[in-house]
């Protein structure tokens, strides 16, 4: 499996003040070994607003294959936009194709999506209001993407809406588009299915994540790895907001019994994406993280 490394850890967060610039990110996992990298791409790294030509963004490409690394994928700066609580759906599908097409330039083919609002949203939106707003959208963003050979791959987490397993499945049952899928992240997935954190009513929770991952095992299209140490990160206000994402060996996960289970679906893009989001000192933690992975895959990987 190539290796890659989200570059939204050293954007966002406890680095938002303090950016790691993209091409000191470049040249460390150069460095460092590893294969790839998946851009967040929201400023101060690239993206479609800062690179509006196909020259500006060739450019990059040149420059990241320079550093002898390839592109695992793209999170899309969808944020800003409103999902599950809007009636027209038509500048979140404005700004999806402006991704995919930067992502066509960029030579990436797999765009991440979530549901944006947080599970607090069933308080004003009902739940068959809100499932047929992300089915109907995702459905017009998968035909979109598909004009332009592109991966969607959605990624569910704690803190946003359609975090049960129940809901999870509702979704992917009902968007059969080819091009479609589920990223299975090993933190999100320990949250929400073995912790129940953030879920709205009773919790649908299993023992271990691997019962979940065989749920959604046939739909995953995407990996991100990283520990979990059972908490969320917080917000401002001291509230639970998404999962915090430990370095490996700083949380519980048996990886033993998760990537054996993962492999059993080997995603068509064979990425492991580490995923350090949040986490204070995932500059520091980038080196240990490779190390970590190039273990399970010699230990694992074929």
Not at 168 to 196: R, S, W
Not at 214 to 241: F, T, W, Y
């Amino acid at each position: 499996m190539k290796t890659s490394i989200g570059t939204w850890a050293y954007t966002i967060g406890p680095y938002e003040t303090k950016p790691v610039d993209f091409d000191t990110v470049c040249q460390k996992l150069s460095d460092l070994g590893y294969d790839g990298l998946e851009l967040g791409s929201f400023p101060p790294h690239p993206n479609p607003d800062d690179l509006p030509t196909k020259e500006s963004r060739q450019a990059v490409v040149e420059k990241i294959k320079s550093y002898g690394l390839q592109i695992s994928g793209i999170a899309a700066n969808l944020w800003g936009e409103n999902l599950v609580d809007a009636e027209d759906n038509s500048k979140y599908v404005a700004e999806f194709k402006k991704n995919c097409e930067f992502s066509v330039d960029m030579g990436i083919k797999t765009i991440r999506v979530d549901t944006v609002q947080p599970p607090t949203i069933f308080e004003t939106v009902d739940y068959a209001t809100a499932k047929k707003r992300v089915v109907d959208t995702w459905n017009e963003c998968c035909d979109i993407a598909a004009e332009y050979d592109l991966a969607v791959t959605w990624e569910a987490e704690p803190g946003f809406a359609f975090n049960k397993p129940s809901e999870i499945m509702e979704i992917l049952d009902a968007i059969q588009k080819p091009n479609f899928g589920f990223l299975y992240d090993t933190c999100h997935a320990q949250i929400m299915t073995v912790m129940g954190t953030r879920q709205n009513g009773e919790k649908e929770v299993f023992e271990c994540q691997t019962e979940f991952l065989k749920m959604v095992g046939p739909r995953i299209n995407h990996v991100h790895l990283i520990d979990s140490n059972n908490k969320c990160h917080q917000d401002a206000n001291g509230e639970d907001e998404t999962s915090a994402h430990p370095p490996f060996g700083l949380g519980i996960l048996d990886f033993d019994k998760i990537v054996p289970a993962i492999l059993e679906y080997h995603p068509a893009d064979a990425w492991w994406t580490n995923d350090l989001c949040f986490w204070d000192d995932a500059w520091g933690a980038t080196e240990t993280c490779i190390k970590f992975m190039d273990k399970l895959n010699e230990k694992y990987s074929a």
